[in-house]
């Protein structure tokens, strides 16, 4: 069985987003923000994370920081940085990852793993270089502190992010689709559609 990369008009066709999402999240991966998508475990994160790569221009380069191959690079300008546990340490596995991401240069920096790495020693050292889509898991209603908590971030990091997008999982039907985006401000999550 192969693996189907999901296009921006799959999750609205699907009813996972609606256009103007799907349109709102276009314009802010290719005016380059920063950007933290949160949902419970199986939500579509990484769904929603392939559909957005879609807009990336051919010419940026994307790097894909991942855990036991969980990502496919499905266009010639994503490089997967895939990690793991194993006898190094985090700190060393996070050297690892850091220096690799440095020498790509890539426009865009994809974290979709929590544990295998420092998630926010690599925010910390290189936010300001790059632009960043970053997952989270969250538990609770409360995002702020869930993406603080699971991501281990500080609130100074999180208020580097310019938007949030929440997901949601009906467990009954298995549907997944985009609860809500948010504008992140002074702190603040502030509701755009």
């Known amino acids: ?32 923000k920063d950007v933290l998508i949160v949902g419970t475990s199986r939500s579509g994160k990484t769904k929603l994370i392939e559909a957005l790569l879609h807009y990336v221009p051919d010419n940026w380069k994307i790097a894909v ?6 990502f496919k690079p499905f266009r010639p300008n994503i ?3 895939d990690t793991a546990f194993d006898r190094r340490s985090t ?17 865009y920096v994809v974290i ?3 544990h295998t790495v420092s ?20 538990m609770t209603n409360d995002l702020k502190e869930e993406v603080l908590h699971w ?14 997008v929440e997901l949601s999982r009906d467990w009954r039907t298995g549907m997944k689709k985009i609860n809500r ?13």
């Open 1 to 32: 069985m192969g693996v189907y990369i999901f296009k921006p008009e799959d999750l609205v066709r699907y009813g996972s987003a609606r256009p103007e999402h799907m349109e709102l999240l276009k314009e802010e991966v290719l005016s380059k």
């Open 112 to 114: 979709d793993t929590l």
């Open 151 to 164: 991501l281990g971030i500080d609130e100074k990091t999180f208020d580097r992010f310019d938007v949030l």
């Open 119 to 138: 998630v926010p020693r690599i925010l910390d050292e290189l936010i300001d270089e790059y632009s960043f889509i970053v997952t989270s898991l969250v």
């Open 65 to 70: 920081v991942t855990a036991y191959g969980e």
């Open 79 to 81: 490089e997967v940085i």
């Open 91 to 107: 700190t060393e596995r996070t050297d690892k990852v850091i220096g690799r991401l440095k020498s790509l240069k890539p426009d």
């Open 181 to 193: 985006i948010y504008r992140i401000k002074d702190g603040k999550l502030e509701p755009l559609l």
